[in-house]
């Protein structure tokens, strides 16, 4: 597994160089935006580590032109933790948000969850289960504790949204497409409700998630471990 | 004020009471004319045209209707319709009507006079009034000195009036045009002086071609820039307070801030580096426990630190007033459930309630923002809770708000301590040395009236504190 960093700051790319390789993953790194697209290009990272504040161009700009080619994971690095920078960088194609300063721990669960989701396709299970909730892609039906739940059409496409993209942190703008259509992108009170039958349903407390949780103005993000 | 000047005022009025009276005596003889049978009803007629002529036109209108009444009066009254005294009873009761009529006159006429003096006096009375009211108002000089020269206008009759002034070596100009008016009449310059100290001049000039300003009028302009030297004065005085205060307690601030932030800083700073350089101390053997202790000491001062700083950006944000909320629709429970899952591990030694009102609408207000002062009281909630006790968070609607009230069941807040603690650097006198850095609140409330809302402290039932947050449900200008 090959992981880009992009930052300026030497000692922040030396330390993830040294905690990132001492979990076995080859490291390379480079200090602009410019070098950043190149690197993106010619080494074909498995994930890339993107810094916003970089001298010669911003991060979101960087982004843009990485996706112009490639579908790589990026995961954004940043100081800057407004509500705007975030839904920018994410709706520009990131697809995670870590605000800088990190725990290393936490960066390595992101990291790991967002080459999850970019791996090769594995046989879609079927079913999924975290604890007792169970879900019968294929079907449609969802279990908890043997029971079957009455879940609504636009409950279950919420569901199965945030399911099938363990880990990351999806926009509003982002999930009210998906399940709603193109049409939509601001309706967030519609969102939020239907966010909070599913959890009542799910029997998942947004004080304290086990399933879905909130980034207050950004989105959610699915960290149900499957089990 | 419709007092016409010298020296067309003394020919205006005289052709004017000449008219008034002319006129009021022409009636009375048509009157007398038509009820000649009736014997002595041409005097009453005449007294009364004179009066009439007095009320309308004034004492002077009333002498003259008086004088052309005794001349109308007999040539009404002889059968002949000429002018003549057949007798000399006819003589002597011409002259006792002129006298009677010149009396009634006089005194119809003067009383008139003087009735219009009151009423001029009255308006002039209450043009000065709403003056001096907005020149007190502690508006600001430029605008309050706008809307003088504009009132002004009007009632003197002026193409433009201005004031140039010089207040603590900033000048200051107003000026109030009256459109499609030829400017170039006559023009009054009044000096604007306060004790004795001249700050500039008023400028008032009247349409061109009109009459020179009258004594009364250059009083009443005297008057009026007289009261806006003395408001100037007073708003002169105020903003040097203003400064000054604004100066004593920036550098009281300042003095705390340095204190606290180098206090602040350099401690977890100080934690971090006496961990790490053991670590790397080759001649230092650590066993795994110890390596971990220090570990997490790091770990938890750079925590400490990170929250600081953080806080130090956002006062300076505030202070800099770069602290604008972007407003987009906000669910304040989701906010407040988001802020407790995240905070669950610091609240760890606490039991927590969290109790949210159902179907709660959403505030304008911007999530990060709103997050950071839910963050702040709570944190400030758990410093000063016993172990094990309870932090009750509960978000609820009142009329006009969405109100979040975070309770602990610390000691309290004294009632005198209880705006003190919104203060920046301000910490409890009780508080130990180590508790937060005394800006949390001080954050927590500007970001709250920055959303329009209000943020206070309530006493619980307990004996505990309560911070009350009502967050707007419409957008407020400020």
């Not at chain 2, 094990?388 to 978000?395: A, P």
Request: charge should be negative; hydrophobic fraction near 45%.
């Amino acid at each position: 597994m090959k992981v880009l960093v992009v930052d300026d700051e030497p000692q922040i790319r030396r330390a993830l160089r040294t905690s990132l390789e001492a979990h076995g993953y080859e490291v390379a790194t480079v200090g602009t935006g410019e070098e950043g697209v190149v690197a993106s290009a010619d080494q074909q990272p498995d994930l890339v580590l993107l810094d916003l504040g970089l001298p010669d161009m911003d991060g979101t700009e960087v982004i843009r032109r990485v996706r112009g080619f490639s579908d790589v994971p990026v995961i954004i690095l940043s100081v800057r933790e407004a509500q705007s920078d975030k839904v920018a960088a994410l709706d520009a194609g990131a697809d995670d948000y870590v605000t800088k300063p990190f725990a290393m721990e936490e960066l390595l669960a992101r990291a790991r969850a967002a080459l999850r989701r970019a791996g090769p396709d594995e046989p879609l299970q079927p079913t999924l289960r975290y604890g007792g909730l169970e879900i019968d892609l294929a079907r449609r039906l969802v279990t908890l504790d043997g029971e079957q739940l009455h879940v609504t059409p636009t409950e279950y496409s919420l569901l199965e949204a945030l399911v099938s993209n363990p880990g990351k942190l999806l926009t509003h703008q982002w999930l009210l497409r998906r399940v709603w259509g193109q049409g939509y992108g601001t309706e967030t009170t519609y969102l939020r409700t239907y966010i909070r039958a599913l959890r009542k349903k799910l029997g998942d407390d947004a004080s304290s998630p086990a399933l879905i949780v909130t980034e207050p103005g950004v989105g959610y993000r699915w960290v149900g471990e499957s089990a | 004020m419709v007092v016409e000047g010298p020296p067309g005022r003394l020919a205006r009025l005289t052709l004017r009471a000449i008219g008034i009276g002319f006129l009021a005596t022409l009636a009375g003889t048509v009157l007398a004319l038509l009820t000649s049978q009736l014997q002595g009803a041409g005097v009453a007629i005449f007294i009364l045209s004179v009066t009439i002529a007095a009320v309308s036109g004034g004492l002077w209108a009333g002498v003259v209707a008086a004088l052309l009444a005794s001349i109308a009066l007999p040539i009404v009254e002889s059968p002949q319709r000429v002018f003549g005294f057949d007798q000399l009873r006819d003589l002597i009761a011409a002259v006792v009507f002129l006298a009677i009529a010149v009396v009634v006159g006089l005194v119809v006429g003067n009383a008139a006079d003087e009735r219009d003096r009151a009423s001029r006096r009255e308006r002039e009375a209450r043009l000065l009034a709403f003056l001096s009211a907005k020149l007190l108002s502690g508006d600001v000089p430029d605008r309050v000195l706008d809307e003088f020269v504009q009132v002004l206008l009007e009632p003197l009759g002026l193409a433009s009036c201005q004031v140039s002034v010089t207040l603590d070596g900033q000048e200051i100009e107003a000026k109030a045009v009256r459109p499609g008016v030829p400017r170039g009449g006559p023009t009054e310059v009044i000096p604007v002086v306060v004790s004795n100290i001249p700050l500039g001049t008023l400028i008032a000039e009247r349409p061109e071609g009109r009459r020179p300003f009258t004594r009364d009028e250059r009083l009443l302009l005297e008057a009026a820039t007289r009261q806006a030297a003395v408001a100037l004065d007073r708003a002169r005085l105020d903003a040097r307070a203003r400064l000054a205060q604004l100066d004593a307690e920036t550098n009281q601030l300042r003095a705390a801030m340095f204190s606290s932030v180098t206090h602040d800083l350099r401690t977890p700073l100080a934690s971090i580096k006496a961990g790490v350089t053991s670590l790397l101390d080759a001649s230092a053997i650590h066993d795994a426990v110890q390596q971990r202790e220090l570990l997490t000491t790091i770990l938890e001062e750079t925590d400490r630190l990170n929250r600081l700083v953080g806080n130090i950006l956002d006062l300076a944000k505030i202070r800099a007033g770069a602290l604008i909320p972007k407003r987009v629709p906000t669910a304040v429970d989701e906010v407040a459930e988001a802020v407790v899952a995240r905070m669950r591990p610091l609240l760890a030694d606490f039991a927590v309630e969290l109790q949210l009102a159902p179907d709660l609408p959403e505030v304008p207000a911007d999530p990060v923002q709103l997050d950071q002062v839910l963050t702040n009281l709570l944190e400030n909630a758990a410093r000063h809770s016993p172990s094990g006790g309870t932090i009750r968070i509960h978000v609820g609607e009142t009329r006009d708000a969405v109100r979040v009230r975070v309770s602990d069941e610390g000691p309290g807040i004294k009632p005198e301590e209880r705006e003190k603690v919104f203060e920046a650097f301000y910490r409890g006198r009780e508080s130990p040395e180590s508790a937060g850095s005394g800006l949390g609140l001080a954050i927590a409330r500007a970001i709250v009236t920055a959303h329009g809302g209000r943020i206070r402290i309530e006493e619980t039932t307990g004996g505990g504190t309560a911070m009350v947050v009502d967050i707007p449900l419409e957008e407020t200008v400020l």
